[in-house]
């Protein structure tokens, strides 16, 4: 049996794996310190059984079970957690957990649970095994199949035929997901409830296309639009996904050979397409972007520069800024240093150069053009009515 142990307190990974080690030797013990590294190890080792703290920064052990749950059905989940978090251990068992272990954790209890669910797992791998691996091929050979005749790829002579019988007609969704970070979580998240929406609206499956995009095949049960799965799809994204997303679907399709064009189709509008976003990422991101313009708008400020510091795609953050503040990223900039120049030029009695200088325009020829623009007044014309001066006229 192999053991996963997921905690983000080091102290408590090291004392369950050295109890299971000592009585248990025969048992693999793996260990994550995140549900990232939880992530990894079940799509790398076949695991048996998972010990999962409830509390861990940027996924709660509960929110790892959920989304685990269909690819991953074979698997046993028992949950830690401290006595005040019981409520999430009484939750984790009415998702199919088979019990919970109170922290600080007891060597006795812990002995007893890895014996009787060792026996349980025992038993049924011996039923189990053959079957599970033959479908689990099966299933990773024709998604791949699928990514790339997809992907407009050649398939070297693979008939196509025993992986479309069953879909007559389907539709396809298609997620992608733009962020600077590794996207394996995220990758991981997609995939299991995009699968488990597709099976509870009718059948399918869904294919890794690369490292932020992933394709969904679904023949409804009841025919109509996938606008179903769709909304619920982003809603549940919304929620666990930590970066910015996209969703998009065709139309009922009845040729599987429409597929490669309808992807391509689909990843040409994803540059003009909007994101959504993970509200609260999103507030907190451009009101760090806001607070470095503030303090940084005389330097040389880039899109690319500022989407940076935020970590995020250039394309994202771009639109992001736009929804959040209502101008676009220039505008807005421009705006900004426009109106510290105007403060200047009425209470200060810098030079115009300085002054340009100060506000981000080390050329003062253009920063007058650009003033002059937005204020129809040249800076000398504006300093001079706000000086209750006669303006002086300009060439």
Known sequence: MNILVVDDESVIRSGIERTIRNQFPEHGVFLAGSPEGAVDLLKTETIDLVL??????????????????????HVKWVVISAYSEFAYAREAVRLGAKDYLLKPIGKDSLIQLIAKLGEEIAEENTRNQETHLLKSNLRLLREAVFARWASGLDLGGIDLKPFIENHPSFHLVMVRMESERDMKLEHFIVENVLTELIESEGSGFVASIDAKSLLGLVTLREEGSPHRIVDQLRSHLKRYLKAPFQVQHTDRLSDFRQVPAEMQRMRKAAATQVYDHYASGGDQAIEVALQYIAGHYAADLSLEKVASIVYLNPIYFS??????????????ITQLR???????????????????????????????????????????????NANGAIPVEQE
């Open 338 to 384: 426009l109106e510290r120049a105007m403060e200047l030029l009425r209470e200060s009695e810098l030079k115009i150069a300085d002054i340009s200088e100060r506000v981000g325009y080390p050329d003062m020829r253009h920063f007058s053009q650009i003033f002059r623009k937005k204020s129809g007044l040249t800076p000398s014309e504006y300093r001079q």
């Open 52 to 73: 999962t703290d409830v509390l861990m920064p940027g996924m709660t052990g509960l929110e790892l079970m959920e989304i685990s749950r269909k690819s991953h059905a």
């Open 319 to 332: 639109q992001l800024f736009k929804q959040k503040t209502g101008n676009g990223f220039k505008d807005y």
